[in-house]
T-cell receptor, first 112, second 114 residues
Framework: EADIYQTPRYLVIGTGKKITLECSQTMGHDKMYWYQQDPGMELHLIHYSYGVNSTEKGDLSSESTVSRIRTEHFPLTLESARPSHTSQYLC???????????FGPGTRLTVL | AQKITQTQPGMFVQEKEAVTLDCTYDTSDPSYGLFWYKQPSSGEMIFLIYQGSYDQQNATEGRYSLNFQKARKSANLVISASQLGDSAMYFCAMREVQADKLIFGTGTRLQVFP
């Protein structure tokens, strides 16, 4: 049903590496979101975007950055990964406040 | 500031019984939407049901219904005739029209036993 994709699905990386988590959607949605979720825990909003060239920080402080150069693409970058960044990262998109958000499958990141 | 509270970390229900998962919220925006999502152990987020703040009737989607009590600021999810496949984490979420952020509660882990 949902045309929203995240790559990679799983990533194991060493401390200090720069990484980019990809998120793409083909539904033409203006609004996109990044959430961080530890296993079995709540989702924390870390970044969101209203459209091209719009990015906002979420409620949970994050060392990551995002960009929105194209409507369909909302990548998240960590300049220097640390073990504390180990988590699942979920990307979502939606069109309009009354409509549901579609979620990608998530990226499980492990930083050693 | 918008806030979602789910006070039940875990719930058990027997197969074929009904179960209610609690959700309360806080917002100063008169216009908002409330959502419930299911997250099985695979980690995907599955949309279940939506309720708008101006909707007069409670939302229903198959075995799912949302008990919306606006004055109490509660939006409880009712699952009728529970099935083993309903075992999962359930998250309540809210989006204000003004802020337009989609925020989630802490979740309730539901376990359905035979």
């Amino acid at each position: 049903e949902a045309d929203i994709y995240q790559t990679p699905r799983y990533l194991v990386i060493g401390t200090g590496k720069k990484i980019t988590l990809e998120c793409s959607q083909t539904m033409g949605h203006d609004k996109m979101y990044w959430y961080q979720q530890d296993p079995g825990m709540e989702l924390h909003l870390i970044h969101y975007s209203y459209g091209v060239n719009s990015t906002e920080k979420g409620d949970l402080s994050s060392e990551s950055t995002v960009s929105r150069i194209r409507t369909e693409h909302f990548p998240l970058t960590l300049e220097s990964a640390r073990p504390s960044h180990t988590s699942q990262y979920l990307c979502a998109s939606s069109e309009g406040h009354r409509l549901k958000a579609y979620f990608g499958p998530g990226t499980r990141l492990t930083v050693l | 500031a918008q806030k979602i509270t789910q006070t039940q970390p875990g719930m058990f229900v027997q197969e074929k019984e009904a179960v209610t998962l609690d959700c309360t919220y806080d917002t100063s925006d008169p216009s908002y939407g409330l959502f419930w999502y299911k997250q099985p152990s695979s980690g995907e987020m599955i949309f279940l049901i939506y309720q708008g703040s101006y909707d007069q009737q409670n939302a229903t989607e198959g075995r799912y219904s949302l008990n919306f009590q606006k004055a109490r600021k509660s939006a409880n999810l009712v699952i009728s005739a529970s099935q083993l496949g309903d075992s999962a984490m359930y998250f309540c979420a809210m989006r204000e029209v003004q802020a337009d952020k989609l925020i989630f509660g802490t979740g309730t882990r539901l376990q359905v036993f035979p």
